[in-house]
């Protein structure tokens, strides 16, 4: 009979779990209770409820994410880079009877240091769907991943993201502006700016100043001010993907659609990769080893 496993995509803010009989997925479900969200709730209790009537003690569950983390359910050590793509399902935690988390990955040295958690799973199923020698990987942090048909060799980290919300929810670029309206015309102008100019940080201002003195309508200041951050990112990270031959975005379809025009403005060609469905691949392949190969497994309980 074929293996039926589940699987966990549990991050700060959601939680969203599939069952699988083997290559069919016979249902999924998603929740608000990320580990930052479980209002008093213990993780092993959220993880009943997400599961009802899926499981029996026997049917493995591998988890991805945050659930790892310091405020997750139990720290799944990080793996340090440069390390094998299979590594990553070899060295899982065990938080209750068949119950894994999948480790995040770390660099440690003096040139860099950086963490990841949750995208190891979906480099892992790029590397099967997509290989590639740079994976970027856009979102709140943004992950710039050097690797190879068999291993993650290095990467970095850029708060692009995490800086534009900062910026328009959080600082004087952003007071007192009106709802914003998507606008291609601001996101290229933004998009050329920075790229001429990476160094940004004297241009902040001047995005405040811009609207300010009018010229730059106060409904595109979001619009402009991506394209500025993903620009200037691009820019800056090109000592990174300067000799690699091919280039893959892991993201959602809007977010991979800035970052192919921004390479693109360099003259730079990317591959697109969907960000559910390479995690999904990856998860997917330590779970289905998990659910077959169990005695294996068992192995790792006992750290």
Known sequence: MTARYITIDWGSTNLRAWLYQGDECLESRQSAMGVTRLNGKSPQGVLAEITQGWRNDKTPVVMAGMIGSNVGWKIAPYLSVPIQFSAIGEQLTPVADNVWIIPGLCVSREDNHNVMRG????????????????????????????????????????????????????????????????????????LERGIDFPAILPLLFEVRASHILNALPREH???????????????????????????????????????????NAIGRNVSLADGDTVFQAGIRSIADAVANQPSTYRYFSRY
């Open 221 to 263: 200041v979001s619009e402009f001010l991506s394209g500025l951050l993903i620009g200037a990112e691009i820019a800056s990270m090109s000592h990174y993907f300067a000799d690699q031959q091919t280039i893959t975005l892991v993201a959602g379809l809007s977010l991979a659609a800035r970052y192919k025009q921004a390479f």
């Open 119 to 190: 995208e190891e799973t979906q480099l892992l199923g790029a590397s099967q769907l997509f290989p590639s020698s740079l994976y970027v990987m856009p979102g709140t942090h943004c992950k710039w991943v050097l690797a190879d048909n068999q291993q993650i060799h290095d990467f970095r980290t850029v708060m692009t993201g995490e800086l534009h919300h900062l910026l328009l929810q959080h600082s004087l670029v952003g007071a007192g502006l009106p709802e914003q309206v998507v606008c291609p015309e601001a996101f290229n102008a933004g």
